[in-house]
Structures are given as C-alpha cells and as structure tokens.
C-alpha cells in the first residue's frame, strides 16, 4: 500500500473536500465517562486552550486549504464562554457542521445560532432524570438537558437525539428510544462500546470497563452493514491498517484521509482519537499548510506494530470482524500495537452473527456467467422466491458478482436533489445522481404520489440497494424475480453491456453440444420451436436468452424468465448458430450474408434497460461483433415439425 506522503509529493496542495474536527474543551460540566481527560472547569490547563482568535486564524488557514465542514465536540463545547462567538465564526465559513453537546448549556442565543443548518447531536444518557443524573453525576443534569431540548424546539432548530448506552442505563434502552422519538424525528445511537480515557488514570479507566455492554449486546446494537460489503472489482474502499499484511499501523488511513483532529490546545493530528502527544503538530507554533502537507504525511511510517502486532492482531483470522486500531490499543495500554481482549470478545461474536445472518438472509444465483448476491432484512425462506429460481441456486460466490440488498421501508429522498431525470413513464421515473442511478417506482394513475419502491444502484449496477414500501408482497412469498420488479432485466441488461453481454427476446437451447438461438419479437414462433425440440435438447429458456463475449467465443445461458414453455436451465453452451423466425408452408434454412439485416434484426430484439447512450454505444459494438463471429439463418417452419431434422444436421455439422 502506497503511504500517504508517496501518494502526493510534500506540500502539494490536498484535494478537495477537508473536514476539520475541533474540540473546544476537555472540560465538561459532568463528570461523564465521554470526556477523554478528567479537567476540572477551573483547572490551570484552562488557560493553554486555544484563544478565541488562534481558532479564527486556524479556521481561516484550513479554508484555504480547502476545508469546508467542521465537526465541534469536547468535553462539552458550550463550557467556553466564547463558545456562541466561535460557533458563529466556525459555522459561518463552513458549507456544513456537526456539533456535540450533552444539551444542558444551551441558552435562547444559542439556540437562534443552532438554526444554521447543520448536524446538531445532543446526547441522553437515560430516560428518567434518576438514571441520567447519576451516570453523568451531575445533579439536576436532566432537567437543564430537558429545557436545552425546549430551546432548541422555540427557536426552529432541528436537532438529533443522540443515545449514548452503558449498562448502568441499557434497562431503560427501549425507555430511551421512545424519549427521543418524542423529543425529535431523528435520533441515534452513540457509540455501543467505550473506549478508554487518555489521562490513564486507573480509577476512571476501570469505571468505563465496568461499564461496558455485553459483547453480544454491543453487536446487536451495532450490526454488520452489510450492504456495505464491496464486490470484487469495485474501486478499493477504506481498508484498516489491522487488515494490511504490513506493520505500519496508521500507514492505510493516511493514504485516503481527508479530514483531521484538533484539540483544545492546538495540537493537530489525523484521526480524533489519538491521543499520543508524539503524533501531534503545535498549531500555536507553526502554521495548518505545515501540519497538513508535511507532518501529517510523515506519520505514515512511524507508527509499526512490530512483533506484538504481527503475533497478535496482525495474525487473526477474525481481523476483518474486529473494531480494532491502533488508537484502541493506545487508549488501552499505552500501546499502539497492543491488542483489546473486548474487543476480541466483540469480534467473536461479530462473526458468530455474520454467520448466521448470512445463512438466513442472504443467496447466491448464478446466471449469464456470474452470480448474484441476494441479500434481505427480512429472513429469504425456502418460499421466498418461485421455484424456477432454485435451479439458478448456487451455494457461493464467484469474482464476477452483482449484489443486491432489500429493505422494507423507504427512504427520505429529496426529488429536488436527484439530478436529471433521464425517463419517466409508468412504473419508472429514472434520475442520474451524481454516479448512480436512483429508480422511483410511480403509479400510473398518478405519479405525484410517494413511491412504492426506490432502488439506487451505482454506475455500473453492480450492486443495488432496494427500499420497498413495506413487506407484505416479500412475506407472501412465490416471488418470480430477484429485484422483485416485474422484471430483473433493468438490473441484468445494465450489467452485461459492461461485460460485453446482451439479453435478447429469443428462445435458447443445446442441440448436440450447440447452442442455438431462435430470435423473434412475442408470436414469431419462440415457444413453439421449443415444444419441438423439448426431446430432443436441453431447452434453456423459450422467451429470455444471455448471449455473451468469452475468451473462447460467444456463449449461450439460459434465464428464468420463460414464456409460454416453463421449462429453464441454468446451462450455456457455445453459440453456434441464430435463426430469425418465419411462420411458413416449408420447412427451409437461407444463411443470411447481409451483415446489416443481421445487426437490424438482433438490435430489434434486445431487450433494453435504460438505454443511455454509452449502453447503446456498447451494444452496437456487441451486436457488431456478433454478426461478425456466429453464422445466422433465416428460418422457416410449420407445425409439422420437420424443420427439426434440419437443425439436427445443422447442430451436428463442425463448421456451420
């Protein structure tokens, strides 16, 4: 892996976007576990904190670097008594901002400035004041919380309930929910398990530990993402250090990071948790452009794991199911290296669940020479999807595959902001955002209305996530297609054209070892050649047929969207020959020689996704290539059957 400071040369300026993180203050008005170091309000360190006008020329100089977004946190951030001035400040020279709080220093000045748009979290520590008080030891702390909440509601500021479990307040978790339900539309829950505090102090350090939720407990509440999982051939996505074969810890995270951490007192470094001092640059002594183009890239390779970590972590099957980093291992023994006996506990039980969920929510189907990944929130039963999907089962993966996810209730998607709609007709209306496709599912009777699905796949549609307006239609069961849209070829003939693959309107079968192809629009003749050759071939499917480019030549797969004839299969065989369709009194072969009656007639039985140009610009190629590699046959036929002796001879011919 490239290290960050051999990805651009030192003091070139950083792309676009930056986002900033800032604390404010470790000090905190309780004496809550989430503060990292225990400072009194009062404390000598209050006098190093950054002054009001360093944060200014700090704001200033990351702007220009190209820092647009700013995360403010603590300690809790309203302690400054500046804190109004600098949220003023910060906010006014950001596009966006996420502020923490614990809500109970909000007065009505500040809640008009929480108006900005912006990401405001306020955390609650319990449902009842009882309960909230004694974890954040701090008598009255709920009340004051509860008229932060009636501030932010007078003055038109939305805000984000933030739950922050333990286990001296997971009793009252579901007491919780409902409390912030009732105090906003949004809310969310904090960090399932607890880190460490910086200052070391053992006292604080063994009341954090105890309290810890279950490991299960921190799993439940912190599930997998699944659809979050990249397939094969995706551009690389964050990778940990701890799943890298080398020892340089922070090495990976350096490499793509585009955001940093500042402190209270002007140390900056690259991620919020570390707390290392050796890995800190002095902003009250040198300048943001310093710490960004030279000493941030420079810690690539100063932090190695060494043979702790190699015998450790760095070996663990269960790597890639674990929460650990090096920040961890820091915040708990000291070490950057050390592994976090929690933290393995975790990831047992992370790839326990795994286990489990895949074998129930998830399948794999393999079709047109790759497969696809069905994956659910609602358990996939034996009587999920038709019975003629079951013979496309396959029981894994492969490294050319296409992930889709389901979900049962839909999205908050502002039509506004989804880019250009490139089509709109009954049952679809198509935007492009940005690289992926966003598919709104519209009555025909009127399409004003919310929609009854959402699907958004990435450029490529190789992997799709697809919100359904409830699960009554899933539940029912017998589904005959794996999107659950009418049809799976807006997901299938999207995906081919990349793969040098088409989906034509045609019947498909293995005469002999060769596979023929019988092309015609509904009516030309399709299931009835099928019934002809039922005894004699393998029918591979008698209305939807995969034709697609191998090293080997062009292959033939059967589908499961079948016409008049229900019998599929998931086979292929090599295309030897395509019949275009013609209902008549003889029974004849003509070989057609004309390249451009050949192209018109398979380009007039494609069948078509959203057609973009660039898709029609890969068809063209493809059909082209097509009519230039297999040999095609007008065909004529009646029901007597006789026409079956000629492709017999055809089929066993080695040069047709």
């Given at each position: 892996m490239t290290s960050y400071s051999e990805k651009r040369k030192i003091g070139e300026a950083p792309r676009l976007p930056l986002e900033g993180n800032i604390d404010l203050t470790y000090r905190c008005n309780n004496d809550c576990l989430h503060c990292w170091l225990r400072i009194p309000p009062d404390a000598p360190e209050r006098k190093q904190e950054l002054s009001f006008n360093e944060i200014r020329r700090i704001v200033d100089e990351a702007r220009k670097a190209g820092c647009r977004r700013w995360n403010i946190s603590g300690g809790e951030p309203m302690l400054r008594p500046d804190f109004a001035e600098i949220f003023d400040y910060i906010t006014s020279k950001s596009i966006s901002y996420t502020l923490n709080t614990n809500g109970t220093r909000i007065t009505a000045k500040i809640a008009a400035l929480m108006k900005r748009k912006g990401a405001k979290m306020v955390a609650i520590y319990g449902a009842t004041a009882d309960v909230h008080d004694r974890i954040t030891r701090s008598r009255g702390s709920f009340e004051k919380l509860m008229e932060g909440f009636a501030r932010l509601k007078d003055a038109g500021a939305g805000f984000i309930v933030q739950i922050i479990p333990m286990r001296d307040n997971y009793h009252q978790y579901k007491d919780m929910i409902r409390l912030a339900k009732s105090l906003s539309p949004v809310y969310r829950i904090g960090a399932p398990w607890l880190f460490l505090s910086a200052c070391g102090d053992p006292l604080k350090n063994e009341d954090i530990a105890r309290q810890r939720l279950s490991p299960k407990t921190v799993v439940d509440l912190d599930k997998p993402d699944f659809s979050a999982e990249r397939s094969p051939g995706d551009e690389a996505s964050f990778t940990c250090a701890h799943i890298r074969e080398d020892d340089r810890l922070y090495a990976s995270c350096l490499s793509i990071r585009r955001d940093f951490h500042i402190d209270p007192y002007g140390r900056m470094t690259f991620c919020s948790f570390i707390k290392d001092p050796t890995l800190m640059y002095d902003l009250k002594k040198g300048i943001f452009s310093e710490g960004w183009d030279r000493f941030i890239p420079s810690l690539a390779d100063r932090i190695r794991g060494g043979r702790e970590f190699r015998e450790n972590c760095g070996a663990c099957e269960r790597r890639q199911d674990c929460r650990w980093c090096g920040v961890y291992g820091y915040l708990e023994h000291g070490r950057h290296s050390a592994k976090v006996e929690y933290l393995c506990a975790v990831a047992r039980e992370n790839r326990k669940y795994k286990k489990e969920w895949e074998r129930s929510h998830r399948?794999?189907?393999?079709?047109?020479?790759?497969?696809?990944?069905?994956?659910?929130?609602?358990?996939?039963?034996?009587?999920?999807?038709?019975?003629?999907?079951?013979?496309?089962?396959?029981?894994?993966?492969?490294?050319?595959?296409?992930?889709?996810?389901?979900?049962?209730?839909?999205?908050?998607?502002?039509?506004?902001?989804?880019?250009?709609?490139?089509?709109?007709?009954?049952?679809?209306?198509?935007?492009?955002?940005?690289?992926?496709?966003?598919?709104?599912?519209?009555?025909?009777?009127?399409?004003?209305?919310?929609?009854?699905?959402?699907?958004?796949?990435?450029?490529?549609?190789?992997?799709?996530?697809?919100?359904?307006?409830?699960?009554?239609?899933?539940?029912?069961?017998?589904?005959?297609?794996?999107?659950?849209?009418?049809?799976?070829?807006?997901?299938?003939?999207?995906?081919?054209?990349?793969?040098?693959?088409?989906?034509?309107?045609?019947?498909?079968?293995?005469?002999?070892?060769?596979?023929?192809?019988?092309?015609?629009?509904?009516?030309?003749?399709?299931?009835?050649?099928?019934?002809?050759?039922?005894?004699?071939?393998?029918?591979?499917?008698?209305?939807?047929?995969?034709v697609r480019k191998r090293s080997e030549g062009f292959r033939l797969y059967g589908t499961w969207s079948h016409g008049e004839v229900p019998i599929i299969s998931p086979s292929s065989a090599p295309l030897k020959a395509i019949f275009f369709l013609h209902k008549s009194k003889e029974n004849r072969l003509e070989r057609v020689k004309n390249k451009k009656e050949v192209t018109a007639e398979l380009l007039a039985c494609l069948i078509k996704p959203l057609a973009t140009v660039d898709w029609w610009e890969k068809m063209l190629v493809l059909i082209e290539k097509i009519t230039g590699a297999v040999p095609c046959y007008n065909l004529y036929f009646d029901k007597s059957g006789d026409i079956v002796t000629e492709l017999e001879k055809l089929a066993d011919k080695k040069t047709l």
């Open positions: 399948r794999f189907y393999r079709t047109g020479g790759f497969t696809i990944r069905v994956d659910s929130e609602l358990p996939i039963t034996d009587s999920t999807f038709h019975p003629k999907l079951k013979q496309f089962e396959s029981p894994e993966s492969d490294d050319d595959l296409i992930s889709i996810h389901h979900y049962f209730s839909l999205p908050k998607l502002d039509r506004e902001k989804l880019g250009a709609c490139l089509y709109r007709r009954a049952p679809w209306a198509i935007y492009r955002h940005g690289d992926s496709f966003v598919y709104f599912g519209i009555s025909p009777i009127d399409d004003r209305h919310n929609p009854n699905m959402i699907a958004v796949f990435n450029g490529g549609h190789t992997r799709g996530r697809i919100f359904h307006n409830g699960a009554r239609i899933f539940r029912r069961g017998n589904l005959h297609s794996l999107t659950l849209f009418p049809s799976d070829q807006i997901l299938l003939g999207r995906v081919r054209a990349d793969r040098e693959g088409c989906y034509l309107q045609s019947a498909g079968l293995i005469l002999h070892g060769a596979g023929l192809m019988f092309v015609g629009h509904s009516s030309a003749g399709k299931s009835t050649i099928v019934k002809m050759l039922k005894d004699k071939a393998e029918i591979l499917c008698d209305d939807r047929i995969i």
